[in-house]
Every structure is written in structure tokens, then in C-alpha cells.
């Protein structure tokens, strides 16, 4: 079975400082990443997803970026915090041809102060 | 575009009590559908899902869903519920032969007061 790995877990960053947090994934080849951030109240808003290396999606429009340098590894990045961008960030990962199941990653917290 | 509309946010109950959480969907095509269950400060976990076939689907620890297709309706039910079943649940919806997305409601706190 897949296991996701999500690093940082927690991060407390300045407003205006840089940010990378990493997922990989073990166990799949070939995956469709995700990124979701989780506000209170506003459920989980999917930000990216990848079905390929190199091939991003973005679905909402903001300061964070994402890349797919390997099969396996799903990167969110910003050049500068913003106080809005707190939350949880949960990677995630699916194989829609066998078993129609994504499965997450423990998630990251992210404090800007 | 597929929606999902949780329509409580916060649900308490005390234990051993029935209880059932409510979603709707909105899609001009056929979906497939999943609850999931967040306990805190951790990810989502797969309770279960519906892809065709029987509209009653069980899951883990005791839950079950419907489809109801002519109401756009996947509610979640469990007869009888424990302290341990306090958690944050939601419910996803794919479009079928479509996009990769998974759009998710807005959750639905569960509380099982003693």
C-alpha cells in the first residue's frame, strides 16, 4: 500500500520569508499528487495536483507554487509568506486505475507570524 | 463543475445514540463518492466509498452510507456511536471519466459526549 511522507510537520515562519514543504511517496508509481490546505471552517481547498512529472495544476490563484522534479516527490513553495497562507497543508496521492482511493499524508502546519 | 454541501458543521451526540451526517452533491454527471475522517491535528483517513453498484456501502468502524441518486445524497450513518467516533468528517466527490480532482465539503464536526 502507498505511504505518504510530509515534511515539515510544523513551521512557524516570518511574513515575507520563503517556504518549502515536501511530500513523497513510497509503495506507487506513477501517482496523481495533490496539495490541499486546511483553514478553520473552510474544509479542504485543493491548491495543485500533478499527473506527471513536470505537469502542474493549479487551481487557485495565490502566492504558492508547486513543482514535480520526480515521479514520487510533490513540492509547495512560496517566494514570500503571507498571514493568509497559515494552515495545514495535507499532500495527497491517487491511483484512480486501481482502487479509485486517495490516501493522505499526515499533514503540515504552518504558522506565519 | 462537481460541488459538495455538507449541511451541519458541528453534530453532538451521546454516546451509544444513532447518528447520521448529512452531504449533498452537484454534478451534471455521474460521480463516484467517499467520507473520510480526520481525528485531530492528524490527515484524512478513507472511511469509505461508493463506485457503483449496491447503493448501501459500509466502511470501517461500524459506518455506512447511501447513494441516493434522485436526491443527490450520500449520507453517512453509524447506529450507535462512541466516544472515540469524535472526529471531523467529510464527504468528496469525483466526477466519473473526468478530471483527477477530488473536491471536498467543509467538514462536519462530530461530538460524542458521555
Known amino acids: 500500500s502507498q505511504t505518504i511522507h510530509q515534511w515539515p510537520a510544523t513551521l512557524v515562519q516570518p511574513v515575507g520569508s520563503p517556504l518549502s514543504l515536501e511530500c513523497t511517496v513510497e509503495?506507487?508509481?506513477?501517482?496523481?499528487l495533490y496539495w490541499y490546505r486546511q483553514a478553520a471552517g473552510r474544509g479542504l481547498q485543493l491548491l495543485f495536483y500533478?499527473?506527471?512529472?513536470?505537469?502542474i495544476s493549479s487551481e487557485v490563484p495565490q502566492n504558492l507554487s508547486a513543482s514535480r522534479p520526480q515521479d514520487r516527490q510533490f513540492i509547495l513553495s512560496s517566494k514570500k509568506l503571507l498571514l493568509s497562507d497559515s494552515g495545514f497543508y495535507l499532500c495527497?496521492?491517487?491511483?484512480?486505475?486501481?482502487?479509485?482511493?486517495?490516501?493522505f499524508g499526515e499533514g503540515s502546519w504552518l504558522t506565519v507570524v | 463543475a462537481q460541488s459538495v454541501t455538507q449541511l451541519d458543521s458541528q453534530v453532538p451526540v451521546f454516546e451509544e445514540a444513532p447518528v447520521e451526517l448529512r452531504c449533498n452533491y452537484s454534478?451534471?454527471?455521474?460521480?463516484?463518492l467517499f467520507w473520510y475522517v480526520q481525528y485531530p491535528n492528524q490527515g484524512l483517513q478513507l472511511l469509505l466509498k461508493?463506485?457503483?453498484?449496491?447503493?448501501l456501502v459500509k466502511g470501517i468502524n461500524g459506518f455506512e452510507a447511501e447513494f441516493n441518486k434522485s436526491q443527490t445524497s450520500f449520507h453517512l450513518r453509524k447506529p450507535s456511536v462512541h466516544i472515540s467516533d469524535t472526529a471531523e468528517y467529510f464527504c468528496?466527490?469525483?466526477?466519473?471519466?473526468?478530471?483527477?480532482?477530488?473536491?471536498f465539503g467543509k467538514g462536519t464536526k462530530l461530538t460524542v459526549n458521555p
Open positions: 454534478s451534471s454527471v455521474s460521480v463516484y
Open positions: 461508493y463506485l457503483s453498484g449496491s447503493t
Open positions: 468528496a466527490v469525483r466526477v466519473q471519466g473526468g478530471s483527477e480532482k477530488l473536491v
Open positions: 495527497a496521492c491517487g491511483d484512480w486505475s486501481s482502487g479509485n482511493t486517495i490516501y
Open positions: 509503495g506507487t508509481s506513477n501517482p496523481n
Open positions: 500533478s499527473v506527471g512529472i513536470g505537469q
